[in-house]
């Protein structure tokens, strides 16, 4: 379901047409959480002697690993050490544990029906987000990705999402940036587009609530019905 700050029933609505939706990766379209928790349970246990609780590593799930590394680490020199761990690892284990969220190639195919440009913004590396994306069937069904090493300052900072609409030719305006992290809400907003909260990812929903989004969606299907013409949710959406 869709909330919106009037008129949460929002089925009876009819929606109009994003110039541009733009979606993080991890977590909003594709399922990946389980790997990632898996290579950080691998890697900080190897350097560690034990994993680190699985709640410190959601935590900082939306912004790119090397960072995520350094916040773990005891130095430089361990945090390359466990990045080069996890990245030995994940490709072992990648392809048999990702899979796209229910609904990921239907909804990406209205949208392209609708003239929609779609943006796939992630702290992935190229190599690696393309290869999520084949797995998940959804390489082909998206006109751009922009990723971590294509620009100097990564979500939450907004230059990905920026660059997304320089290369696409959209204004923010008429663009909605759904993602399942704050740092999604965060980079959306800093650029200028609306924004759009996914439930279905890890993050508790107070902790999404609390960056503002425009919209709060239940489901992926939910981003068909989201409407530029109407904007947030009311309070008592989620009680």
Not at 37 to 65: E, M, W, Y
Not at 101 to 110: D, E, H, R, Y
């Amino acid at each position: 379901m869709v909330y919106y700050p009037e008129d949460p029933l929002t089925k009876s609505k009819s929606p109009g047409t994003w110039s541009g939706v733009f979606f993080d990766l991890d977590g909003t379209l594709a399922d990946t959480v389980e790997l990632i928790l898996k290579c950080f349970r691998f890697a900080t246990k190897k350097h560690f002697g034990q994993p680190l609780p699985d709640a410190d590593v959601v935590a900082t799930l939306g912004i790119p690993l090397p960072v995520q590394m350094r916040g773990f680490a005891r130095n430089e020199e361990e945090a390359e050490l466990m990045r080069q761990t996890y990245i030995a690892y994940q490709d072992i284990v990648h392809d048999q544990m990702v899979r796209s969220f229910p609904g990921a190639s239907s909804v990406l195919g209205a949208l392209r029906r609708r003239g929609t440009k779609i943006a796939v913004v992630t702290s992935k590396r190229t190599g690696i987000a393309k290869r999520t994306l084949e797995c998940c069937g959804l390489w082909k069904a998206v006109d751009l990705v922009v990723c971590a090493n294509q620009v100097q300052r990564p979500k939450p900072h907004p230059e990905s999402v920026n660059l997304a609409l320089s290369k696409l030719g959209l204004e923010p305006d008429g663009v909605v940036f759904v993602g399942d992290s704050p740092f999604d809400i965060q980079a959306g907003k800093g650029a200028g587009t609306r924004t759009a909260a996914a439930l279905w990812g890890p993050f508790n929903p107070e902790e999404l609530l609390a960056e503002g989004p425009d919209f709060v969606l239940d489901t992926l299907r939910d981003v068909l019905e989201i409407n530029p013409e109407e904007l947030g949710w009311p309070d008592d959406a989620l009680s």
